[in-house]
């Protein structure tokens, strides 16, 4: 049996003649030979007018039933597709995250997949040629609704297509693929035909909207292929991979940004074993991530300073515990300034190419944009500066490293699995 994992988003399900565009998709998969999962957000604006809706009722809302009001979006969505699908005598029916059921953990909210039923789907696909499944939810142990968190329809769709041993997990979304960077913000941004595993991890964990890092981390884990596509466009998107020699060709692939940081500063904290430990368990047991992390040099007397960034949104909750840890270790001051941003060069090719770093401060500089932190990995380089700078920088660094001009056609999309006839 050939399976195929297609996942659309709210845009593509926003109203009846964007899921009649959907139900053509799935049809020309069904002409193929394939059997079809097809995994449904909710439509465009719901999800945002429950949470408000909950929210005009509780000023904090309890997240477990949060997980249920907000659920319901997928529900609806669902329902209308499978009953479009039979409408034209197509084998279909609905499944919600429970029903499978696709088991979590009890983070509400931000649920992670521990497991899929996956023979019940396997058994169930036999007798159906379409199974329209809801995204972004499951259940726990207690069978308790659960949420994946923003985008969480992605890591369902993938983690779908990895138990299924799909041949495919395509993406369909409103943009064409993955480019180089925004094209709303850089007009010389290009589509790539192929990205690696590694590279779209970190343009997800950078900032880019395209997936949900979840998705990438079971893609890359289960060696998922998955296609980034438009639902309103036939054209070829792109194919997220494992990695070859052909992407080491370019130096850079992408640039990424995120205005979502905030920098917190604790100043002049004794330079001893045990100050770090102390300002970052508390925040870890809050759950609050922490991104990019500094340590000035010792100053005379052992003192030193300590920054690092959080999500703007934790940032009110960050300050809370800080406040009281600031007197435990004997720091002077707390700082905090949230109109920060954060811009990531990357590339696989980095590892092969020397000079990036020297490049991308070069062209900074020659802006007189100013780097307050700076994070390094093996194909990426991440700078901290003055969110009103971002999309100047963003479009600095794009040509620096020739991003509109190179030949992304190195990645040759031919190479890329895609849909085939029987």
């Known amino acids: 049996m050939r399976v195929i994992v297609q996942k659309y988003g709210g845009s593509s399900v926003a109203d009846l003649e964007c899921m009649l565009k959907v139900r053509e998709n799935v049809l020309k998969a069904l002409d193929k030979g394939y059997r079809v999962v097809v995994v449904l957000s909710a439509i465009y604006g719901e999800t945002d007018r429950l949470l408000s809706f909950a929210r005009s009722w509780s000023k904090r809302p309890d997240s477990s039933e949060l997980d249920v009001i907000l659920s319901t979006g997928e529900q609806i969505s669902v329902a209308l597709f499978a009953m479009l699908l039979k409408d034209c005598g197509v084998k279909a029916r609905s499944f919600l995250g429970f029903q499978i059921p696709i088991q979590t953990d009890r983070s509400f909210g931000k649920a992670r997949i521990l497991d899929i039923e996956h023979e019940h789907i396997r058994h169930m696909l036999k007798d159906y040629d379409v199974l329209v499944v809801a995204g972004f939810q499951g259940c726990d142990t207690e069978n308790r609704i659960t949420t994946l968190g923003r985008g969480g329809s992605d890591t369902s769709a993938v983690a779908l297509a990895a138990v299924l041993d799909a041949e495919l997990c395509e993406i369909y979304t409103d943009v064409q693929g993955v480019y180089t960077t ?11 035909n192929k990205i690696a595993y590694d590279e779209m991890l970190e343009m997800a964990s950078m900032g880019a ?11 890359k884990k289960y060696n998922v292929p998955v296609h980034v596509r438009s639902t309103f466009s036939d054209n070829s998107g792109t194919y997220v991979v494992q990695e070859d020699k052909s992407m ?11 205005k979502d940081q905030a920098r917190i500063t604790l100043v002049d904290v004794v330079d001893a074993p045990g100050t770090a430990a102390a300002i970052f368990e508390p925040i870890a047991r809050a759950n609050i991530v922490v991104d990019m992390i500094v340590q000035n040099p010792s100053r005379e007397g052992g003192r030193t300073d300590m920054t690092f960034t959080v999500p703007k949104s934790s940032i009110e909750d960050s300050l809370n515990i800080l406040k009281k840890v600031k007197d435990k ?35 900074l500089k020659k802006e007189n944009i100013n780097i307050m932190i700076i994070s390094t990995s093996e194909i990426k380089i991440s700078c901290l500066i003055e969110e009103k700078y971002t999309e100047l920088a963003v479009r600095t660094l794009h040509e620096a490293f020739g991003l509109g001009d190179q030949d992304v056609g190195l990645r040759k999309e031919e190479e890329s699995p895609a849909i085939t006839d029987q």
Do not use: W
């Not at 925004?182 to 790539?192: E, F, G």
């Not at 080491?248 to 995120?258: K, L, Q, R």
């Not at 001051?333 to 949230?338: G, I, K, N, P, V």
């Open 182 to 192: 925004d094209p709303n913000i850089c007009s010389q941004a290009r589509k790539l």
């Open 209 to 219: 909207k395209v997936l949900q890092i979840r998705s990438v981390e079971f893609a």
């Open 248 to 258: 080491e060709a370019a130096m850079v692939s992408g640039i990424a940004y995120d």
């Open 329 to 363: 270790i004997g720091a002077r001051e707390l700082l905090h300034d949230a109109n920060v941003a954060k811009v990531t060069v990357i590339g696989v090719g980095m590892r092969n190419h020397s000079g990036v770093a020297a490049i991308a401060f070069s062209a």
